[in-house]
């Protein structure tokens, strides 16, 4: 039986999502833990990889298990007790058995937390940005963002991926009381994200909000087409994988 | 010239407010950062003292510097690029001579954040209980706080106060979305607070929310001034100091 596990994590002390030969990982954690307690190895496919220190508030994953619903109930109740306190299990789901968490996600979903007043209580999860930021201004240069892109200019060199076009549902920056005052949010959906996008994105749009960048300069960067055009990649902290969405096909086993 | 500093800290690393002859506290970074930028010893007396682990939404403590109004604004710019990621100065206020932040202190209140539901984002503010609590009896217990009692039940053994008698204004659990959803917060106010006093009423009330004591039962523990009948301590990480009242008149200086 193949399951779905939705996950959400604080990033602060994984290297990031994706397994390595060394040091701490949310794959490598998740995989040794269901490895001990199910007693055989257990491999886990993630929906995409977030970087070292980026959080998530819902991640995706999927594995085989071969245990009936009400038996993968345990696992589920067995391993909220057992997982470490900055990866919590929101949800487990059966799909169909070729249904896979990176391939079959149809579009997945940021947020970029800022706060423009410091607070010790949001950290860790909110980038403090202390100069006045023009929003109205960065929302005009995100509408840019709309639409099928060659997104090449936010990308991370050296990527593997065959092509950087991904087609942009959401980018706008909101207040958000979510962190408590002060806080205001940047949303952006796409079918795909390239490494690096997000906080290259958000990196700019901050040289915009500061009054370094005009926002039709950033719709010029964007169909440029250069990577050294981007501004500095905004910090890990801020960035949160907010939802994957998947076709509602493979949950037919879902009452 | 005398000044209050509103202050907010996570209590995580720190071994409470109070300094000691070793090991992180928020007085002795404060004022070890306060007398490096001011290349001079500055003391610091605050409000009250929180116990390892608790976490403050707003600390007071009084100081004396020679400094006009206008000097202290760029003390306190600087301050606040200068203290740890876990502080944060809040506020500067000028007060009289003779304020003083834990005796002209009027009232104290604070609030003890519960999840009954696991998150890796708030693990740190609320204590996670995974039984479910009965908040309608545990707000009927806490009805009996209400009033001038003896709080001798819910002191620690050898505190060195004369009188264990405490007003209490407020002692009531509501609902709460400041920490996300399945978030409770008891609100507790009191002209003053015995060590342990809190986490020694949540933990009993505790007891009455899992079925285990009546509300009426609770009242009885009071009355008694018996500390052997308390419960266990609630952890101090769902535990924040969030306010401290004074009055009116020390702050003439205010516009």
Same mark, same amino acid.
């Given at each position: 039986m193949?399951?779905? &596990?939705?996950?959400a994590?604080?990033?602060t ?13 949310v ?9 001990t307690?199910?007693r ?6 993630? =929906? ?7 959080? =998530?508030s819902q991640?995706?994953c999927h594995l ?5 619903l ?8 067995r391993l909220?007790?057992f997982?470490?306190?900055?990866? =919590? ?11 896979? =968490? ?13 706060r423009t *007043?410091?607070?010790p ?8 940005? &202390? ?7 960065m929302?005009?240069a995100?509408?840019?963002l709309i639409?099928?892109?060659d997104f090449t200019?936010?990308?991370? *060199?050296?990527?593997q991926?065959k ?8 980018a ?5 009381s979510?962190?408590?005052?002060c806080?205001?949010t940047?949303h ?16 700019t749009?901050f040289?915009v909000?500061?009054g *370094? ?10 169909t440029?087409r ?5 501004g500095?990649s905004a ?6 994988l ?6 509602a ?7």
């Amino acid at each position: 039986m193949r399951y779905f &596990l939705y996950l959400a994590y604080d990033g602060t002390d994984f290297l990031g999502w994706q397994i390595q030969p060394a040091g701490r990982t949310v794959q490598g954690e998740l995989e040794q833990r269901l490895s001990t307690m199910l007693r055989r190895p257990i491999s886990i496919t993630g =929906a995409g990889r977030t970087d070292a220190g980026v959080h =998530a508030s819902q991640m995706v994953c999927h594995l085989n298990l071969d245990l009936s619903l009400g038996e993968m109930e345990q696992v589920t109740y067995r391993l909220r007790r057992f997982l470490p306190p900055d990866i =919590a299990l929101l949800e487990v789901r059966r799909v169909t058995e070729d249904a896979h =968490a990176r391939y079959d996600a149809v579009s997945r979903r940021y947020g970029y937390h800022v706060r423009t *007043k410091a607070s010790p209580f949001t950290r860790k999860y909110c980038t403090l940005v &202390l100069e006045t930021l023009d929003f109205a201004a960065m929302n005009e240069a995100a509408s840019h963002l709309i639409g099928e892109h060659d997104f090449t200019t936010f990308s991370k *060199k050296h990527s593997q991926v065959k092509t950087h076009i991904c087609t942009v549902t959401e980018a706008r920056w909101v207040r958000d009381s979510s962190f408590g005052e002060c806080c205001y949010t940047f949303h952006i959906t796409a079918n795909r994200f390239l490494r690096n996008m997000v906080r290259g994105i958000v990196g700019t749009l901050f040289e915009v909000g500061r009054g *370094k960048m005009e926002p039709s300069d950033f719709g010029d960067l964007l169909t440029a087409r250069d990577r050294s055009l981007c501004g500095s990649s905004a910090p890990s902290e801020g960035l949160f994988l907010e939802e994957v969405t998947y076709p509602a096909s493979i949950f037919e086993f879902d009452q």
